[in-house]
């Protein structure tokens, strides 16, 4: 998802109070940006926000990042912030490939990964969000019973993260290739692509995993 033309996002990020502009800086430290022991739950590519809103109005005592690698779609979550009180979530603008300069050993509990740009092109596969590489730099911090959890409508990335897991020897929890009609929906927090997916009539697949 990139929002051409957003005038200004450039601008309204640098000004905004809930982007952390400078985020290696707290690597291991952002239990003070908070100012609580809540633990810290990311989301790696949150798109408009719609998520990671929702899930920090339902979840007050837990804290989340939304990580986002365009200001065009960025600015487009600040918005949506600024509707609602919230004092649990902040934003960083970052591509993730960088993600292990930002946060330090076990300071994260969970990982979303929703709706993640599939790179079909074999030789794009390291850039996806599930493969065994960006499982490794998860590894470096994410607490030890912390889990990642990834949906997708896309069942040939679904495919692929699920041999990833196996080669980075990770733990699959569970796994579904039709979250809306399973017994595993209940608390399920849409996102904007899952909506529009599931208004398609697309199922949408789902997997639980941990190291
Ligand atoms: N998660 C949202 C949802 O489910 O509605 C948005 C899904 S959209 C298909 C994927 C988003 O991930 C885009 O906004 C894209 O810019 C962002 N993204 C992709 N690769 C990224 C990366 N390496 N680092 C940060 N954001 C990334």
Redesign the pocket.
Same mark, same amino acid.
Request: hydrophobic share 35%.
């Given at each position: !998802?990139?929002l051409r033309n957003v005038k200004g996002s450039r601008e309204k990020i640098a000004d905004n109070q809930f982007v952390i502009h400078n985020p290696e800086e707290y690597k291991g430290l952002w239990k003070q940006v908070f100012k609580n022991d809540n633990p810290l739950h990311i989301? #790696?590519? !949150?798109?408009k926000g719609? +998520?990671i809103i929702k899930m920090a109005l339902n979840n007050p005592h837990i804290n989340f990042i939304g #990580?986002?690698?365009?200001s065009s779609?960025l600015v487009r979550a600040i918005e949506k912030r600024e509707e609602v009180e919230l004092n649990n979530l902040f934003f960083i603008r !970052?591509?993730? @490939?960088d993600i292990n300069n930002v946060f330090d050993k076990n300071e994260v509990a969970q990982i979303y990964l929703? +709706?993640?740009?599939p790179w079909p092109k074999e030789r794009h596969a390291k850039r996806r969000?599930t493969s065994h590489q960006f499982l490794a730099k998860y590894n470096q911090f994410l607490e030890q019973k912390g889990k990642v959890i990834f949906k997708t409508d896309n069942k040939e990335l679904f495919e692929f993260s699920l041999e990833e897991v196996s080669v980075a020897q990770w733990i699959l929890e569970s796994k579904t290739f039709d979250l809306h009609h399973s017994d595993e929906q209940e608390g399920n927090v849409m996102? @904007?692509?899952?909506q529009k997916f599931s208004e398609e009539g697309k199922p949408i697949c789902r997997m639980i995993i941990h190291r």
């Open positions: !998802m990139r989301e #790696i590519g !949150m798109g719609q +998520f #990580i986002e690698k365009y779609v !970052m591509d993730a @490939e929703n +709706f993640s740009d969000l996102t @904007e692509y899952e």
